[in-house]
């Protein structure tokens, strides 16, 4: 349920901030002769301006207590006296101390009504001509008129938020655009869908035409369709789908396509005698992807070199003696500017990711590392003993555009290095795959490191899986286990499950547990059980520091959802003195273990040694720290970076004491308990409960039957995901 928006009046007193091209201001606001700093976006805000703010108060840990504005009013005067005070300061673009006297004593208190709702009349007074009465009447309806679009789609329950960010993509144009064509709204990145549209069109006194319907639904199921994976759909698909969504016949389809292509605003390419739609942006991520390899293959033409002597050398420096597998992939990885680096558990991808950035360094190299999470560079750093980061950190969001994902690093400002290698890479996208090559010099070199049988990217694509498969790319993949790795049940029943082999579930005396749990209800009050006494008391394990439940599935009797609730019950029940607040039907209290659901790349944080920064992304896993009611605000402690939200926020959190399998991607936890049900589900396949084995670092245990698990391991279905950069790759496009 979204939390009202609260409102306050004041005078500004003094503008301390204010970035001209997003509009982001810090003032002073005089009320009740009490002085309040506010923040947000006020765009032309001046000192001695009469202001009513809709947004929150928060208590921020370095500056104290603040009002973030979401929404900014200008509050009207009403007396004659007090309109020309107003309009004579210039506060309406156009009018002056001449042009506000004769406003005002032409329409004395009626003036601003006038400005308003007849516009025209502004002509009346002398030196007003219809051109600048226009120009006047626009600037008085862009500082205004928002209030009115807000009241406007609170009728068909889209939320204040909503409505600011629809302001400012259209301004004082808003509602003309949307009654022109509502199902623009679903097109557009606002998070509304179809049916809302729909609604709002019903309320137009003449229908929207039936070829504009079209075409907002098939951007509408193309967007969609990218967070399924996809970066196109096939012609015939999409056809299908959005004729059963507007319920228009074909003819009334191909025509918005056909002019959609036209335009240029979708585009269409041919592979395998299959015609493929794909929106603008993800064509341009793909081809460019591919573009871009190629050409790192074309210009990588170089005579390779033998690093066998430098490869010994370093055996003897570090005392270790590097598998035959692994000399390989050193050699290639130093031999091409573009390497892949694959293998599963125990393998040692780490031993030999070491020994390619010392050789890469000792050649003068800069080498900077990175990876998809905020886990998996963190891990990266603690194996390599180098500092690693996110991508998007690497690539430095760029935030003065909150619209649009845009990094600093791009080809004006490339990367400062020789050589990037990025762990995890199954979980990077074509669009982030994209932006990584476009910030890299040209002749830089780029190891990519990853387990092509994990899940792929939660994001559209299939990058690494598709990389491998048009072997045009050298490419390494690390398949012995090493004699300690080989001791551990979850290093050898993690290959057992992709290879297709039934793991050993008998075991007792190791690190891979199977109980056998036949009905739900069970199977849940086990799982609470192991995380709230029996691992705990066996090990020494925290509940929720070590050890995480992940599960396939968010619904269902063991679901995420349902585990959630009642591992909340258990480890962090409702107690007198710990504040708690319900957002979006969900209970959250101090001490909850929660998770960031989206990037949120303007969400600021602070540090306990006193940095601050931007960004909170999908997967962060963090601690409750604070709820005030007072405020609406929540603080969550990602691993020692706190982060502020409002009410409104914190609909981006869900509870994280269960996670799915594909919110575990690019983790590791010291213990993994991980419930599968009986009942026949589409998520029981092979390569997901391969990556969900592989998440436990020390600690496994699977409860359900071995039938299940049997059925999962067999079960070799590839999430069929609709891309064409492995024909662009292997130039099989038409």
Same mark, same amino acid.
């Given at each position: 349920?979204?939390?009202?928006?609260?409102?306050?009046?004041?005078?500004?007193?003094?503008?301390?901030?204010?970035?001209?091209?997003?509009?982001?201001?810090?003032?002073?606001?005089?009320?009740?002769?009490?002085?309040?700093?506010?923040?947000?976006?006020?765009?032309?805000?001046?000192?001695?301006?009469?202001?009513?703010?809709?947004?929150?108060?928060?208590?921020?840990?370095?500056?104290?207590?603040?009002?973030?504005?979401?929404?900014?009013?200008?509050?009207?005067?009403?007396?004659?006296?007090?309109?020309?005070?107003?309009?004579?300061?210039?506060?309406?673009?156009?009018?002056?101390?001449?042009?506000?006297?004769?406003?005002?004593?032409?329409?004395?208190?009626? /003036?601003?009504?006038?400005?308003?709702?007849?516009?025209?009349?502004?002509?009346?007074?002398?030196?007003?001509?219809?051109?600048?009465?226009?120009?006047?009447?626009?600037?008085?309806?862009?500082?205004?008129?928002?209030?009115?679009?807000?009241?406007?789609?609170?009728?068909?329950?889209?939320?204040?938020?909503?409505?600011?960010?629809?302001?400012?993509?259209?301004?004082?144009?808003?509602?003309?655009?949307?009654?022109?064509?509502?199902?623009?709204?679903?097109?557009?990145?606002?998070?509304?869908?179809?049916?809302?549209?729909?609604?709002?069109?019903?309320?137009?006194?003449?229908?929207?035409?039936?070829?504009?319907?079209?075409?907002?639904?098939?951007?509408?199921?193309?967007?969609?369709?990218?967070?399924?994976?996809?970066?196109?759909?096939?012609?015939?698909?999409?056809?299908?789908?959005?004729?059963?969504?507007?319920?228009?016949?074909?003819?009334?389809?191909?025509?918005?396509?056909?002019?959609?292509?036209?335009?240029?605003?979708?585009?269409?390419?041919?592979?395998?005698?299959?015609?493929?739609?794909?929106?603008?942006?993800?064509?341009?991520?793909?081809?460019?992807?591919?573009?871009?390899?190629?050409?790192?293959?074309?210009?990588?033409?170089?005579?390779?070199?033998?690093?066998?002597?430098?490869?010994?050398?370093?055996?003897?420096?570090?005392?270790?003696?590097?598998?035959?597998?692994?000399?390989?992939?050193?050699?290639?990885?130093?031999?091409?500017?573009?390497?892949?680096?694959?293998?599963?558990?125990?393998?040692?991808?780490?031993?030999?990711?070491?020994?390619?950035?010392?050789?890469?360094?000792?050649?003068?190299?800069?080498?900077?590392?990175?990876?998809?999470?905020?886990?998996?560079?963190?891990?990266?750093?603690?194996?390599?003993?180098?500092?690693?980061?996110?991508?998007?950190?690497?690539?430095?969001?760029?935030?003065?555009?909150?619209?649009?994902?845009?990094?600093?690093?791009?080809?004006?400002?490339?990367?400062?290095?020789?050589?990037?290698?990025?762990?995890?890479?199954?979980?990077?996208?074509?669009?982030?795959?994209?932006?990584?090559?476009?910030?890299?010099?040209?002749?830089?070199?780029?190891?990519?490191?990853?387990?092509?049988?994990?899940?792929?990217?939660?994001?559209?694509?299939?990058?690494?899986?598709?990389?491998?498969?048009?072997?045009?790319?050298?490419?390494?993949?690390?398949?012995?286990?090493?004699?300690?790795?080989?001791?551990?049940?979850?290093?050898?029943?993690?290959?057992?499950?992709?290879?297709?082999?039934?793991?050993?579930?008998?075991?007792?005396?190791?690190?891979?547990?199977?109980?056998?749990?036949?009905?739900?209800?069970?199977?849940?009050?086990?799982?609470?059980?192991?995380?709230?006494?029996?691992?705990?008391?066996?090990?020494?394990?925290?509940?929720?520091?070590?050890?995480? @439940?992940?599960?396939?599935?968010?619904?269902?009797?063991?679901?995420?959802?349902?585990?959630?609730?009642?591992?909340?019950?258990?480890?962090?029940?409702?107690?007198?003195?710990?504040?708690?607040?319900?957002?979006?039907?969900? /209970?959250?209290?101090?001490?909850?273990?929660?998770?960031?659901?989206?990037?949120?790349?303007?969400?600021?944080?602070?540090?306990?040694?006193?940095?601050?920064?931007?960004? @909170?992304?999908?997967?962060?896993?963090?601690?409750?720290?604070?709820?005030?009611?007072?405020?609406?605000?929540?603080? @969550?402690?990602?691993?020692?970076?706190?982060?502020?939200?409002?009410?409104?926020?914190?609909?981006?959190?869900?509870?994280?004491?269960?996670?799915?399998?594909?919110?575990?991607?690019?983790?590791?936890?010291?213990?993994?308990?991980?419930?599968?049900?009986?009942?026949?589900?589409?998520?029981?396949?092979?390569?997901?409960?391969? /990556?969900?084995?592989?998440?436990?670092?020390?600690?496994?245990?699977?409860?359900?039957?071995?039938?299940?698990?049997?059925?999962?391991?067999?079960?070799?279905?590839?999430?069929?995901?609709?891309?064409?950069?492995?024909?662009?790759?292997?130039?099989?496009?038409?």
């Amino acid at each position: 349920m979204e939390q009202q928006l609260t409102i306050i009046e004041g005078t500004v007193e003094n503008i301390v901030f204010q970035n001209e091209d997003n509009g982001f201001t810090v003032l002073e606001l005089d009320r009740n002769d009490e002085l309040l700093t506010v923040v947000g976006e006020m765009h032309g805000v001046q000192a001695g301006e009469r202001l009513k703010l809709h947004g929150y108060f928060v208590n921020h840990a370095s500056y104290g207590m603040q009002f973030k504005a979401q929404l900014c009013e200008r509050t009207l005067p009403s007396t004659a006296n007090a309109i020309e005070k107003y309009l004579a300061s210039g506060a309406v673009k156009g009018v002056g101390p001449i042009f506000a006297r004769r406003l005002v004593e032409a329409f004395g208190d009626k /003036t601003l009504d006038v400005l308003e709702k007849e516009p025209h009349r502004l002509t009346e007074v002398k030196g007003i001509s219809p051109a600048k009465a226009q120009k006047i009447a626009q600037e008085y309806e862009r500082l205004f008129g928002i209030r009115t679009i807000m009241m406007y789609l609170s009728r068909f329950d889209i939320p204040s938020a909503t409505a600011i960010a629809i302001w400012k993509r259209w301004g004082a144009d808003s509602r003309g655009v949307i009654e022109n064509n509502p199902y623009i709204l679903c097109a557009e990145d606002f998070g509304i869908n179809f049916e809302t549209c729909e609604d709002i069109a019903k309320t137009l006194e003449n229908p929207v035409e039936p070829k504009k319907r079209m075409k907002a639904a098939i951007s509408y199921i193309l967007k969609g369709n990218t967070y399924n994976g996809h970066t196109c759909l096939p012609k015939d698909k999409l056809c299908t789908t959005a004729i059963n969504l507007t319920e228009d016949g074909i003819n009334v389809f191909e025509d918005a396509l056909d002019e959609e292509l036209e335009e240029q605003s979708l585009i269409s390419v041919v592979t395998n005698c299959r015609e493929y739609i794909y929106l603008p942006w993800m064509y341009e991520a793909e081809s460019f992807v591919a573009d871009r390899v190629r050409l790192m293959l074309m210009l990588d033409k170089g005579v390779s070199k033998d690093y066998s002597k430098e490869i010994a050398k370093l055996e003897k420096e570090n005392g270790i003696k590097y598998a035959e597998r692994q000399k390989q992939a050193i050699q290639a990885a130093l031999d091409n500017k573009l390497f892949i680096l694959t293998g599963g558990p125990g393998t040692g991808k780490t031993t030999a990711i070491n020994a390619i950035i010392s050789l890469l360094e000792k050649q003068g190299e800069t080498v900077f590392l990175a990876a998809p999470t905020g886990r998996a560079a963190q891990r990266m750093a603690q194996v390599t003993g180098r500092e690693a980061k996110t991508i998007h950190r690497l690539l430095e969001v760029d935030f003065t555009d909150t619209r649009t994902l845009k990094f600093r690093r791009c080809a004006n400002n490339p990367l400062p290095c020789t050589a990037v290698i990025v762990d995890e890479v199954s979980m990077v996208d074509i669009t982030l795959m994209q932006s990584l090559f476009n910030a890299m010099k040209m002749g830089a070199r780029l190891i990519l490191v990853g387990d092509a049988d994990q899940l792929p990217s939660v994001g559209a694509g299939n990058v690494l899986r598709d990389f491998i498969a048009s072997d045009k790319i050298a490419c390494v993949q690390l398949k012995e286990i090493f004699r300690q790795a080989a001791q551990s049940m979850i290093v050898t029943n993690a290959h057992a499950i992709v290879e297709g082999r039934m793991p050993v579930l008998n075991c007792k005396d190791n690190d891979f547990f199977f109980l056998n749990r036949t009905q739900p209800q069970a199977m849940l009050e086990t799982v609470v059980d192991l995380c709230c006494r029996r691992l705990p008391a066996s090990y020494g394990y925290s509940p929720t520091a070590d050890i995480q @439940v992940i599960a396939p599935t968010r619904i269902g009797a063991v679901g995420t959802v349902q585990l959630n609730r009642a591992l909340q019950e258990k480890l962090n029940p409702k107690r007198e003195g710990k504040n708690e607040a319900v957002i979006e039907g969900r /209970t959250f209290r101090e001490n909850d273990k929660v998770m960031q659901t989206k990037n949120n790349y303007d969400l600021p944080w602070t540090s306990e040694d006193g940095e601050s920064g931007m960004g @909170v992304y999908n997967g962060d896993i963090g601690i409750i720290s604070m709820i005030d009611r007072g405020s609406k605000t929540i603080l @969550v402690d990602y691993d020692g970076k706190t982060a502020e939200y409002s009410f409104e926020l914190a609909g981006q959190l869900e509870h994280a004491y269960a996670i799915t399998v594909h919110k575990s991607q690019g983790s590791e936890f010291e213990a993994v308990v991980m419930p599968i049900t009986p009942y026949s589900s589409k998520m029981h396949y092979r390569n997901l409960l391969y /990556t969900a084995v592989t998440r436990a670092k020390n600690r496994l245990v699977l409860l359900g039957t071995a039938a299940v698990v049997e059925k999962m391991v067999e079960n070799n279905r590839k999430t069929v995901r609709y891309t064409n950069l492995l024909e662009m790759l292997t130039d099989e496009m038409e």
